[in-house]
């Protein structure tokens, strides 16, 4: 498989971008994991992945999205990402994710992205809006992977996504970036409409056929104003997912991403193990993208680095989530993430004001925790960047050696005390 994946890429991706990739993703994106454990040892996080959602607008309104998409538009200015950049990137950091809304609907993107050519940029987008324009300025960049997404066939990617033709519009998106040998990706955030259909082998080589290199599962997350609960997998199907990832990287040669598993197959947070924060379109730094409050924003003139690291609230939220599940706190306990943000007085960083109100209506739900039915990693070069690169960092004390400690049953929402306190 290895040969096949790697022939493959080096085939059909831009050299230059190849390199840029190996350099400022591969090595100095290991040496920023490597600066991270080290700054554990003192007690200090910083994540080596940022997330920056730099807008909030988006051209499509997707089912369970949690961005204020129909909103006026929130964006982080360019000097306010540079600013964000050059201090992470003196910090150690080189690799960073952009998402929106739809980030090329951000005016200063581009402009942002040649700001920074030694990092690499994975950007998080529909597809739509990357002419063959824009797909030929990202290979002269040659420090970006577009990660495109779909989900589902014509009918269901309309549906999903509330806009007529969405499917044809992303495909060609995605075509232009193959074209422009742009190393490139297509995300799914797999669901009860979708599953069926984009959870086969028979997917993943028409995506391998099409030319595209790598995937991602995400999984649905009834969060945000519209949740769709009906649409969220079930926990039986939550540990299909997982078997056929691992089963599909063993087998096909197209590298698949997933960032809840470690080697040992055992489930973690990115949140909890602090590998990656989020800044959202208002420039607040949040636990994660889906947790949207916070009580720090990027304007902080002690810069990114002093004001995460001396965030109590990203401390507590790390810290109290991982005493309650290697899961996703915010499925599995939204009265622990309530009590977490009235107890640090954090900001709803929304726009729609609603995040607290939607976090009381959630019902606690499963999520990537398969207690006891762990899968671990089949191809040893998974097995060997998880073991080393991606892992728990032993962020989970409550847990005994074996991460079998018996889950806390979510109490029901009348008994639900703040149990942050
Ligand atoms: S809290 Fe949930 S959505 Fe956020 S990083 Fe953790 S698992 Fe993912």
Redesign the pocket.
């Known amino acids: 498989m290895i040969i096949s994946l790697a022939s493959r890429i080096f085939a059909t991706t831009d050299k230059r971008l190849l390199m840029k990739m190996a350099w400022n993703f591969g090595f100095k994106g290991a040496r920023s994991v490597q600066k991270f454990k080290s700054r554990l040892k003192q007690g200090e996080y910083f994540p080596p992945f940022l997330y920056l959602s730099i807008l909030n607008s988006c051209n499509l309104r997707c089912q369970g999205c949690w961005v204020d998409v129909d909103k006026p538009q929130v964006k982080i200015e360019l000097d306010e990402l540079n600013r964000l950049v050059n201090d992470a990137k003196a910090h150690g950091n080189s690799f960073f994710g952009v998402l929106g809304g739809e980030p090329f609907m951000h005016p200063e993107l581009l402009d942002f992205l040649a700001e920074h050519p030694d990092c690499f940029f994975q950007v998080f987008t529909n597809g739509q809006l990357i002419t063959d324009k824009v797909a030929k300025q990202l290979r002269q960049l040659g420090n970006v992977t577009p990660l495109v997404s779909i989900e589902g066939t014509e009918v269901v990617s309309d549906e999903r996504r509330g806009k007529p033709n969405v499917l044809s519009r992303t495909l060609k998106g995605l075509d232009n970036c193959l074209e422009h040998k742009l190393l490139t990706g297509v995300a799914t955030s797999l669901c009860q409409t979708n599953i069926d259909d984009l959870l086969t082998e028979k997917w993943l080589r028409t995506l391998i056929e099409r030319g595209v290199h790598y995937a991602w599962y995400h999984t649905y ?1 009834p969060v945000g104003p519209q949740i769709h609960p009906e649409l969220a997998l079930r926990p039986d199907q939550a540990r299909k997912v997982r078997q056929f990832v691992v089963d599909m990287r063993a087998k096909l040669p197209i590298a698949l991403i997933d ?2 598993y470690d080697h040992r197959g055992e489930a973690l ?4 193990t602090g590998i ?1 924060h989020h800044v959202s379109p208002g420039g607040h730094i949040e ?5 949207q409050f916070a009580t720090d924003k990027i304007t902080d003139e002690r810069g990114i680095y002093e004001t995460m690291t001396q965030s109590a609230f990203l401390q507590d939220f790390r810290k109290t ?1 991982s005493e309650h599940t290697r ?5 599995e306990r939204p009265d622990v993430v309530k009590a977490l943000a009235e107890k640090h007085g954090a900001v709803d960083t929304t726009i729609r004001k609603t995040a607290m109100a939607e976090l009381e209506a959630m019902e606690p739900h499963g ?2 925790f398969l207690m006891h039915d762990e899968i671990p990693e089949k191809h040893w070069m998974y097995r060997l960047a998880k073991k080393f690169f991606y892992h728990d960092f032993g962020a989970y004390t409550t847990f005994d050696a074996n991460g079998k400690k018996p889950l806390q049953p979510a109490p029901k929402k009348e008994e639900a005390t703040s149990l942050a306190s």
């Open positions: 997350r960032a809840y947070c990115p949140m909890v990656s636990p994660c993208p889906i947790i989530a899961g996703c706190i915010v499925l999520s990537q």
